[in-house]
């Protein structure tokens, strides 16, 4: 089956949050497979640039066990291409994220960069 050239998205659950998302876990609306994005830049303007990837459900466990560094989601664990987008927005509201195919290295974190996730409650 070819990639889809664009991504739409439902957010399940913020993972980081300072001045608006960061990390965010979420399901593609059509197949609900699991997906994760984190923000990459931030421009002028405050604009959020984020990518997202198609990650397997194991995938997320790991990342948000901190066995799984976020570099390694996005190269070695991921599904298909890297998606780029600027429109991911809080909890719930579905977004759409553009096809990039292979994100430029100096957008990714460093190998040593993890979740950190903490839970609440």
Do not use: H
Not at 3 to 16: A, C, G, M, S, Y
Not at 36 to 60: K, M, S, Y
Request: include cysteine.
């Amino acid at each position: 089956m070819p990639e889809p050239q664009i991504l739409k998205i439902q957010v399940t659950e913020v993972l980081d949050w300072y001045d608006g998302p960061l990390c965010v876990q979420a399901r593609t609306l059509e197949t609900r497979e699991p997906v994760f994005a984190i923000v990459v830049d931030e421009l002028a303007d405050g604009t959020r640039i984020w990518l997202a990837v198609r990650v397997a459900p194991e995938t997320i466990q790991g990342l948000l066990r901190n066995e799984i560094s976020l570099r390694d989601a996005f190269t070695i664990r991921r599904i298909g291409n890297v998606y780029i987008s600027e429109t991911i927005k809080d909890k719930g509201r579905a977004t759409i994220a553009e096809l990039l195919k292979e994100p430029s290295d100096d957008w990714l974190p460093a190998q040593s960069v993890f979740l950190r996730y903490q839970p609440v409650g």
